[in-house]
């Protein structure tokens, strides 16, 4: 009855922080006293509401000060963003939402705030391969859902807390973890390559004159015939 009393009592913390810390180091002296599953999943219910970098270590010097394993709670605050986003059945890209604002941008906040739940794992050397691994979890699921922008987002926030030259150092050549993160960078970096190329060579393409009527003039008609000429001669370059 007293873990139950201890449990509510940490989740009605947790629920008043509301995405501002207030107190992790009453969290955690409370939550230590409770089984070890119980300390993993509340402490990381109140990661997953921690939006700021400062406030994010907080919570960690606080858990590791109290006796938590703030790294398995790490852990299981970036599954349960993919678990998150793998039951979001809302595609951000889709047309049929594009008019609802609204929804779209609370699709998209969402988003942010999973890609968001890896800086946890930045926090630990000792968990780069999870990290890769979750990250690449989240960025093949969001190709799925035909979002490439956000995978990309996530991508690159992997790469701000370690460059690929250090995930290599750190994983195993024939890591799978580490080929499919090659793989998926590769994938991205054709993709965008690609759309970069469109829009410059193809959407920035000059487009031809509208065809002039017969009601206009010779002298129109010339320099209609001379502007065409011009725009074909840029379009074949």
């Given amino acids: 009855i007293s873990d139950q009393i201890l449990k ?18 009453l969290v955690a002296y409370y939550a230590v006293t409770l089984p070890p599953k119980q300390q993993i999943q509340l402490y990381s219910e109140l990661m997953w509401l921690i939006e700021l970098k400062e406030d994010r270590q907080r919570v960690i010097e606080a858990g590791t000060k109290a006796g938590l394993d703030v790294q398995a709670s790490a852990i299981e605050t970036v599954r349960y963003a993919i678990k998150i986003l793998k039951e979001n059945p809302i595609d951000v890209t889709s047309k049929e939402i594009s008019y609802d604002c609204e929804l779209n941008e609370k ?8 890609t968001s739940s890896l800086e946890w794992l930045s926090f630990f050397e000792t968990q780069i391969s999870e990290l890769v ?3 690449n ?9 035909g979002d490439v922008d956000s995978a990309t987002s996530v991508l690159s926030r992997l790469l701000q807390f370690y460059p690929t030259s250090v995930l290599a150092e ?26 970069s190329w469109y829009r410059q060579h193809i959407g920035g393409r ?6 002039l009527s017969q009601e206009y003039s010779f002298t129109d008609k010339v320099h209609h015939e001379q502007i065409k000429a011009q725009i074909k001669l840029q379009q074949e370059q």
């Fill in 206 to 211: 000059p487009k031809s004159p509208e065809p």
């Fill in 170 to 195: 750190n994983l195993l050549n024939t890591s799978n973890t580490l080929r499919e993160h090659l793989c998926l960078k590769a994938y991205l970096e054709a993709i965008n390559g690609y759309a």
């Fill in 107 to 114: 699709n998209l906040k969402l988003i942010s705030r999973i």
């Fill in 137 to 145: 979890c989240i960025i093949r699921t969001l190709i799925f859902k």
């Fill in 133 to 135: 691994s979750m990250s």
């Fill in 8 to 25: 509510m009592y940490i989740q009605r913390l947790i629920e008043n922080t509301d995405g501002q810390l207030v107190s992790p180091e």
